[in-house]
């Protein structure tokens, strides 16, 4: 075992009652893997992967420790149905060399969906921020049946050998809205002034510790910076972690941002913004606020190195990831034992959170085995009987579906067009904020070089090429093209007078002058490809639109990347008009194009445009599909060229063909 690279990441620490081997600690993320409130072998086999892989602290998902938190998805405590179940959990992630902790939460008024939570219960009756739920507001006896009920969920964790537990008390949940004056206008003694608003934790910190014992972990993760008016900053938040600390009860802190509003989207940072974005703020305030108690760091912390710089230079004790342990459950083994080239990197691109909150349950762009009980440091096991596989096409899909298809033992040999791997994937990530993308086709290379894959870089193979292989079977990861729209004159297509937004970023790309007039965006896509490229545009050019004949942008992306998109190109002045459609025969010639209202039919003419691009709904190209059937080859279609979606179904569907051979 190599420990040498990353010594203070992998040196022990106590907390609470609890000696743990590493700083590494899984941060609570829903899975959505219970099924009724039940406890799932799932959901069970997640955690103990992330054990497994050398995760030294795993938090879980939010838990039902509430008489009305009957949310299926939510593993219930309180009402005991799971009690064997939370002792098998507890015992599996013990014997795998972690320690378990539920986590502590109430969702209050916040609600992310697009309509109101008509059940919510909160500090106070004032709307949310952002689904304007406004709760029924709980009495004092409520709130102090509601300490008792959370009090004794805890005992029942502690009983079922839970290591402890973390309460969530930011992201505009419940304890956040009793935290701040814009959501507390209580005049009992759990408002008023900052030690009412924080009398609920303080006093449900307590009671837990007065329950389940000195050795129970109780850790805390706080608000640190909401964005709202009256809500709370970096002054109040130490504040509040002053007299929390002043208890004397947690074993832990950390901290979080944003609240359910429009600041919603720096919950969860993304490449679009610096690496690490929270730690010096998370050091500045648990420091000097709360001294001796060791601190967290969370927040686009991917690599090894930056966890063990964290821990090095002081800035935390322990380095909370969430995302990278979603899609490599083996992250810290492999940085431990020095193989780096074999960890699957976090993508950064929440597509995670976009599964969660879409009721998929939790999935990954580059991991398509979450949740498999086999999952932390995956081998997959040999073929029966060993083929010849050609792979047409080496993007995420064709690449994924080669090396999984060569580490079973097959003779895999795949064609790609382009000179370089990746596909669509490798445009996308020189765009601004996709750079994370490249890990997917970084791990892919060099997975399949290390299991003898034949490549064909640069080289389009047609159905005569691929039967003189005499293959036994085929894989199709050709991709797809964005359709032509319908208004602009079909000749124009031939001609190439007007690229899609792929073809313009990749003619752009080598010319940084700003160019004057104005680049028109005609959205009939809706995914985050476009909204990178748009931002590329506004380097390009002095001012851009966005043309779409939806009543938004970005419908395809979760709500927090959809935020994020919006924040980015108002900033940048890119100007969205929504709900048209161009009028046919554009006067590009004289920088004219027409548009009209699709409810109203109110017409209006953009000038001085200089530029037109498209993105569109894409078309699969499949047309090797039929000659290589017909031929008696066994065929599979993948990624874009089955039918076009996102990088998530690319990789699994590639997985998912690679291990059906």
């Known amino acids: 075992m190599n420990v040498t690279a990353y010594p203070h990441l992998f040196s022990p620490i106590r907390i609470g009652g609890h000696l743990l081997p590493n700083r590494v600690v899984h941060a609570s993320t829903s899975t959505h893997y219970a099924q009724d409130g ?3 072998d799932r959901l069970i086999d997640y955690y103990v992967n992330r054990a497994r892989g050398g995760a030294a602290l795993l938090v879980s998902e939010p838990m039902a420790m509430l008489p009305w938190q009957t949310l299926p998805t939510r593993p ?10 939370l002792a098998r959990w507890a015992a599996a992630v013990t014997r795998a060399g972690g320690a378990m902790l539920g986590q502590v939460q109430d969702n209050g008024r916040g609600f992310r969906a697009g309509f109101r939570n008509l059940a919510a219960r909160g500090a106070s009756a004032l709307p949310d921020d952002l689904s304007w739920t406004v709760p029924e507001a709980l009495t004092t006896d409520e709130v102090r049946a509601m300490i008792d009920a959370f009090v004794e969920s805890c005992a029942k964790l502690a009983d079922a050998g839970f290591a402890g537990v973390e ?3 930011g992201h505009g949940h419940l304890f956040h809205q009793f935290l701040a004056s814009r959501s507390n206008r209580r005049t009992d003694e759990f408002g008023g002034d900052l030690a009412g608003r924080t009398r609920l934790l303080r006093v449900l910190m307590r009671d837990i510790r007065a329950a389940c014992g000195a050795g129970f972990i109780i850790g805390a993760k706080l608000p640190a910076w909401d964005g709202m008016e009256n809500g709370i900053d970096e002054d109040e938040a130490e504040a509040i972690t002053a007299l929390l600390h002043g208890e004397g009860v947690m074993d832990y802190l950390t901290y979080c941002w944003g609240s359910h509003s429009d600041t919603l989207y720096t919950h969860l940072p993304d490449n679009h913004g610096p690496r690490m974005p929270y730690v010096e703020t998370i050091r500045r305030l648990g420091r000097s606020a709360a001294p001796g108690v060791p601190l967290g760091a969370l927040g686009l912390i991917t690599d090894p190195n930056e966890g063990e710089r964290i821990v090095r230079d002081g800035i935390a004790d322990l380095v909370m990831l969430a995302r990278p342990l979603v899609t490599d459950p083996a ?34 762009d580059n991991n398509p085995r979450v949740g498999a009980p086999d999952e932390a440091d995956w081998r997959p096991e040999p073929a029966a009987v060993r083929k010849r596989v050609v792979v047409v096409g080496a993007g995420i899909a064709g690449m994924e579906a080669a090396w999984v298809a060569a580490a079973r033992g097959h003779d895999v040999q795949v064609f790609g067009a382009s000179d370089q791997m990746g596909g669509k994937t490798r445009l996308h990530a020189m765009l601004p904020g996709g750079e994370g993308l490249s890990s997917i086709y970084d ?7 290390r299991h003898g894959v034949t490549l064909h870089l640069g080289a389009r193979a047609d159905a005569d090429a691929i039967l003189a292989l005499s293959p036994d079977a085929v894989v199709l990861a050709t991709g797809s093209t964005p359709a032509w729209p319908d208004f602009l004159p079909a000749d124009w297509r031939d001609e190439g007078l007007i690229p899609d937004l792929r073809e313009a970023v990749r003619q752009l790309a080598d010319y940084p002058a700003r160019n004057p007039g104005m680049a028109v965006v005609w959205d009939a896509d809706h995914g985050g490809f476009t909204y990178d490229a748009v931002e590329f545009l506004t380097t390009r050019f002095e001012r851009v639109t966005i043309l779409t004949a939806r009543d938004r942008i970005a419908s395809d992306e979760s709500l927090m990347v959809r935020q994020g998109a919006y924040s980015r190109l108002y900033r940048r002045g890119v100007r969205i008009v929504t709900s048209v459609r161009p009028l046919p025969a554009p006067r590009i010639e004289a920088g004219e194009l027409a548009y009209s209202n699709i409810f109203s039919g109110a017409v209006e003419v953009l000038t001085d445009v200089a530029f037109l691009t498209y993105a569109t709904a894409r ?6 599909a039929a000659p290589l059937r017909a031929a008696g080859i066994e065929v599979r279609t993948v990624g874009d060229c089955k039918a076009p979606r996102i990088v998530l179904t ?5 997985y998912r063909a690679a291990m059906d051979l």
């Open 38 to 40: 039940r406890v799932t």
């Open 650 to 654: 690319a990789t699994a569907e590639g």
């Open 76 to 85: 219930q405590v309180l009402s005991g149905v799971n009690r064997d179940a």
């Open 167 to 169: 309460i969530s008390a």
């Open 331 to 364: 992250w810290a083994a492999k940085a431990r034992d020095g193989r780096e080239s074999e960890i699957r990197y976090c993508v950064s691109c929440n597509s995670c959170w976009h599964m969660i909150t879409s009721g998929r349950g939790l999935l990954c």
């Open 619 to 624: 078309v699969p190209d499949d047309e090797l």
């Open 443 to 449: 791990y892919q290379e060099l997975a399949a070089r």
